[in-house]
């Protein structure tokens, strides 16, 4: 099963993909994570998804991760009179906490966490953005604001506040019984959602401890001026970018994807790009040029994984879909202008020694043209700073935990493969290499790998040994 690209493809789980067959052909066709969007669907269709991975991964004996998805909190206008209430630009309307179903002076937003944290001048986007309004000021419990750009308000549409921090829990007590759920079945990754602020990592990870790694959705202005510290606490990053870009103005899109893809990459954490990647193709057999160009600009940028959502939940082409996706990565992966780019894009390294030892063990194995780097690791963390160098051979990472293992089919450049051994000595870890460079296809005898590992063996942090091994 071994892939011919260094990017990773997460593809979304739905009524049109949740089947055994269809879960099979997409995994052949390139999935290397499921994610299970907790937003729709109940516990029971997730468990059996949940299942058919797990009994499909025994089947190919190669790890692949699930990535749990968590709804978080999700801020809606109320009931409106008649359904709806038509607004147009230069009229005034009033929100209001509680009430009867609601009219333009009295629109119901069930939310006293934004009437505490609004002020004159903030946004306030309904439906997507598809109406904007500007808060003006207040009327005794009501919170006026100013219509810029119209439409129609309808019964329970979104709303979002870019301007304010809202003193909102990023775990709902929805989101509190999912995650019990996931962490029982064993998933592997938690997306976060409606981050906002550094203790919204910490709030859950009191929770998810190390039994899954914590990814924060970057959604919302205050995280991005917050990224750094949201990194340090996280474990991988997702550039959601259908709330990102309804609460930014989408000309910044692009280069706060660039920004955030580069501060994962310095901090050796993978990071996911997602939201209508391929979107046309939920409905096309065939991507827009423009799409494909997206995709391709992720890879570019040094992306660790994109992401399909919709396109794979409940599209008409799914399995068509991640092919498209794979065939994309590999002809970016392998243009002539990729490695100069990713090269250039290289951060400064931490002048610590695992990180030396590490970006010592893929220039080495570039220098000399090995058929891959073997990494023996009990934590992933070797694997991710060998990942942030971009190397340009493939990265054989083993671990003795499967929970580990699976998490690190996210990582750029990464084959994952659970060891049935812990090694415990200089001639089992070349024994070890040897072994696994043929049997998953890297290396052919004659060739030479560059083998790491920390020593003493097993100990999580230790990464300080470097071999060039000849097959």
Not at 179 to 208: N, Y
Not at 281 to 308: C, F, K, W
């Amino acid at each position: 099963m071994k892939r011919n690209r260094r990017a990773k493809i997460v593809a979304t789980i739905g009524p049109a993909t949740s089947s055994e067959h269809m879960i099979r052909q997409m995994f052949l066709a390139g999935v290397d994570v499921f994610r299970l969007n907790f937003s729709h669907g109940s516990q029971d269709d997730h468990a059996t998804v949940h299942g058919i991975i797990r009994a499909l991964e025994k089947e190919v004996a190669r790890p692949i991760g699930i990535l749990q998805d968590l709804q978080g909190p999700k801020i809606r206008v109320g009931t409106i009179k008649d359904g709806r209430i038509n607004v147009q630009a230069g009229e005034t309307v009033r929100f209001v906490l509680e009430g009867e179903a609601g009219d333009r002076d009295a629109i119901p937003l069930p939310h006293p966490e934004i009437f505490a944290s609004t002020a004159p001048g903030h946004r306030l986007l309904i439906d997507d953005g598809r109406l904007h309004l500007r808060v003006s000021g207040f009327d005794g419990d009501a919170i006026v604001a100013d219509v810029i750009v119209g439409g129609a308000i309808s019964n329970r549409k979104g709303v979002n506040v870019p301007d304010a921090v809202l003193e909102l829990s990023p775990l709902t007590d929805k989101d509190r019984v999912d995650l019990e759920f996931g962490l029982k079945l064993g998933i592997d990754w938690l997306a976060l959602s409606f981050v906002q602020r550094p203790s919204d990592i910490m709030e859950a990870r009191q929770i998810v401890g190390d039994q899954a790694g914590i990814m924060a959705k970057i959604e919302k202005p205050a995280a991005l001026d917050r990224i750094d510290d949201i990194v340090a606490l996280c474990d991988a990053i997702m550039v959601a970018r259908g709330d990102l870009g309804v609460e930014i103005p989408p000309e910044q899109v692009p280069g706060r994807q660039k920004e955030l893809i580069r501060a994962c990459r310095l901090a050796a954490k993978p990071v996911i790009v997602a939201t209508q990647m391929l979107d046309s193709m939920a409905n096309s057999p065939q991507p827009t040029r423009a799409e494909a160009s997206d995709v391709a600009t992720a890879i570019y940028d040094g992306a660790d994984a994109v992401m399909l959502s919709q396109e794979s939940a409940i599209g008409t082409y799914p399995v068509e879909t991640v092919e498209m996706m794979d065939r994309i990565i590999w002809n970016t992966e392998n243009h002539q202008a990729y490695r100069s780019i990713i090269d250039a894009l290289e951060p400064v390294m931490d002048p610590s020694v695992h990180h030396a030892v590490s970006e010592a063990a893929a220039d080495i194995a570039n220098k000399i043209h090995a058929a891959a780097i073997v990494a023996f690791t009990s934590r992933g963390t070797t694997a991710y700073r060998i990942a942030r160098k971009r190397p340009e051979v493939p990265i054989l990472t083993v671990s003795t935990e499967p929970a580990i293992a699976r998490r690190l089919t996210l990582l750029w450049g990464a084959h994952s493969v659970t060891a049935e051994r812990m090694i415990s000595s200089y001639d089992e870890m070349v024994e070890d290499s040897r072994s696994l460079s043929q049997s998953e296809e890297f290396a052919k005898q004659g060739e030479r790998i560059v083998v790491i590992a920390g020593v003493p063996f097993g100990t999580p942090g230790s990464t300080n040994n470097i071999r060039v091994v000849t097959v």
